[in-house]
C-alpha cells in the first residue's frame, strides 16, 4: 500500500525554524517528484514547493521562496522541508503529495497525500 | 485570493446532479493546461479524483466526471449521494511569473 507520513508539526513562535519530515512507502519513492501543499485553517489549498526525483529540478511558491527549503533522501524514502523565519501566515497543515512525474512539470498532479501535520506560529 | 475561481459552495439533493465550475486564465487553463480535481472529506487529507481534465483513477465511481473547456472547467457529480458531501478543488499549472502549480479556491458540496 502506498502511504505517507508526515512529522514534525508544532507550535513555534514568529521567526523560528521548523523541519518537516515525510515518509514513504509502497512505492519506488526515487522514481518520482515529490511535493508540500498547505492549508491554513478553514482556508484552500495551496502548493509550497516542488522536488524532482533527483533533486535536480527544485520550485518554491513566491510566498516562501527563500525562507522554506526542500530537500529529499532516496535511501531513507524520505521527504523535507525546512521552514525558517516563520511568520503567522504559514499556520497551517503541511500534507506531501507525490507528483505523477519523475520530473514534475505541467501535466502534474499529485496523489496520493500525507495525512498532514499542523504548523501553528504564533507567540 | 486563489488563480483558479470556483464557487463557493453547491448543493443537491440526493439522487440530483450538480457541477461544480472552475474558471482560469490565458496562463493556465486558457493555455490548454490540465485540470485535475481532489476531494477532500471532512477531517481528511485531500484525494486525487479526476485528472488529466476527464480521467478518473481507479476505485472513484463514474458518477464524477470532468470537462474542460477553453479558460474553464468542471466537475459534474449524478446520483448525488450523502457520502459526496466533501470540499471539492480544482488544480492546474500557471505558467505566470507569481507561480507553477495552482488551485481553486474550493467548493463545499451539501448533500441536502
Known amino acids: 500500500e502506498v502511504q505517507l507520513v508526515e512529522s514534525g508539526g508544532g507550535l513555534v513562535k514568529p521567526g523560528g525554524s521548523l523541519r518537516l519530515s515525510c515518509a514513504a512507502s509502497?512505492?519506488?519513492?526515487?522514481?518520482?517528484?515529490m511535493n508540500w501543499v498547505r492549508q491554513a485553517p478553514g482556508k484552500g489549498l495551496e502548493w509550497v514547493s516542488s522536488?524532482?526525483?533527483?533533486?535536480?529540478?527544485?520550485y518554491y511558491a513566491d510566498s516562501v521562496k527563500g525562507r522554506f527549503t526542500i530537500s529529499r533522501d532516496n535511501a531513507k524514502n524520505s521527504l523535507y522541508l525546512q521552514m525558517n523565519s516563520l511568520r503567522a501566515e504559514d499556520t497551517a497543515v503541511y500534507y506531501c503529495?507525490?507528483?505523477?512525474?519523475?520530473?514534475?512539470?505541467?501535466?502534474?498532479?499529485?496523489?496520493?497525500w500525507g495525512q498532514g501535520t499542523l504548523v501553528t506560529v504564533s507567540s | 485570493q486563489s488563480v483558479l475561481t470556483q464557487p463557493p459552495s453547491v448543493s443537491g439533493a440526493p439522487g440530483q446532479r450538480v457541477t461544480i465550475s472552475c474558471t482560469g486564465s490565458?496562463?493556465?487553463?486558457?493555455?490548454?493546461?490540465?485540470v485535475h480535481w481532489y476531494q477532500q472529506l471532512p477531517g481528511t487529507a485531500p484525494k486525487l479524483l479526476i485528472y488529466?481534465?476527464?480521467n478518473r483513477p481507479s476505485g472513484v465511481p463514474d458518477r464524477f466526471s470532468g470537462s474542460k473547456s477553453g479558460t474553464s472547467a468542471s466537475l459534474a457529480i449524478t446520483g448525488l449521494q450523502a457520502e459526496d458531501e466533501a470540499d471539492y478543488y480544482c488544480?492546474?499549472?500557471?505558467?505566470?511569473?507569481?507561480?507553477?502549480?495552482?488551485f481553486g479556491g474550493g467548493t463545499k458540496l451539501t448533500v441536502l
Open positions: 522536488i524532482s526525483s533527483s533533486s535536480s529540478y527544485i
Open positions: 490565458s496562463s493556465n487553463i486558457g493555455a490548454g493546461y490540465d
Open positions: 503529495a507525490r507528483d505523477r512525474f519523475m520530473v514534475q512539470g505541467a501535466l502534474s498532479w499529485f496523489d496520493p
Open positions: 488544480q492546474s499549472y500557471d505558467s505566470s511569473l507569481s507561480g507553477n502549480w495552482v
Open positions: 509502497g512505492f519506488t519513492f526515487s522514481s518520482y517528484s
Open positions: 488529466g481534465n476527464s
